[in-house]
């Protein structure tokens, strides 16, 4: 998919990976004839900090994009309207230079006035096709289902880009149900609309969902850490 602004992201799933060929739009689930025994390598999905300054966090994303290949960049909507038009801003200046999409958590119009490649809805379904319709056919919608397989099947049925579930991993905050290896096994074999797989992630258990996977999100990760390229360099290996 083509951001908006011309940053490129593929979330159709590359040939040779372990997925099987492309939705259409009469059917959901995969010809099993094209199935392959390949493995999958998920593609990095980054999540900038919440609540920083513009002006903190230019730098660090920055180092990072160049050291990482970062496949899409998303920023948290939490914040003023002004100052997340100016991580907006920023953000899509540093990941454009390097041909990485940026998307924003729910908010449409911010999007479309400061040029955005599309949204991360934090809804699962609900609002999808509102998405597509403001943002356009070559915008990325992203639909966060949490643990719902059922959530996740009606947003790719709605025309999502790619389907999120989390969190993966246990935490003290919140009270989400965790979102299951089995979970991410089953749409890996069943459903061709790429997969995000973010929460509380471990070494351990990206290398279990390494397979089962398309992207995977870090963001609180590594940004609670006192050196966030560090801690990244030890989560992506």
Known sequence: IAG?????????????????????????????????????????????????A??????????IMDRFP?????????????????????AREIAHARDVAVV????????LRHGLDGVHLKDGARSVRYARKELGSDAIVGAFCGASRHDGMNAAEA???Y???GPCGAS?????????????????EVIEVPV?????????????????????????EIWTEADPVETLAHLWR
């Open 4 to 52: 908006s602004m011309g940053a490129a992201i593929s979330f159709a799933r590359p040939t040779g990976k372990a997925r099987g060929t492309a939705l259409s739009a009469d059917s959901k689930t995969k010809d099993d004839s094209a199935m392959t025994e390949q493995p999958n390598s998920p593609q990095l999905y980054l999540v900038t900090p919440v609540g920083a």
């Open 54 to 63: 513009a002006s903190t966090v230019g730098p660090l994303l920055a180092d």
């Open 70 to 90: 970062v496949a899409c960049l998303r920023i948290p909507g939490a914040g003023s309207e002004d100052e997340l038009g100016r991580i907006a801003d920023l």
């Open 104 to 111: 924003i958590d729910d908010h449409v119009q911010l999007a």
């Open 159 to 161: 025309g999502a880009d």
């Open 163 to 165: 389907v999120s579930f």
């Open 172 to 188: 003290a905050l919140g009270h989400s149900a965790l979102a299951e290896l089995d979970l991410f096994q089953w749409w890996s």
């Open 196 to 220: 995000v797989a973010e929460g509380a992630l471990t070494p351990a258990l990206i290398g279990q969902l390494a397979p089962i996977t398309d992207f995977i999100a870090l963001g609180p």
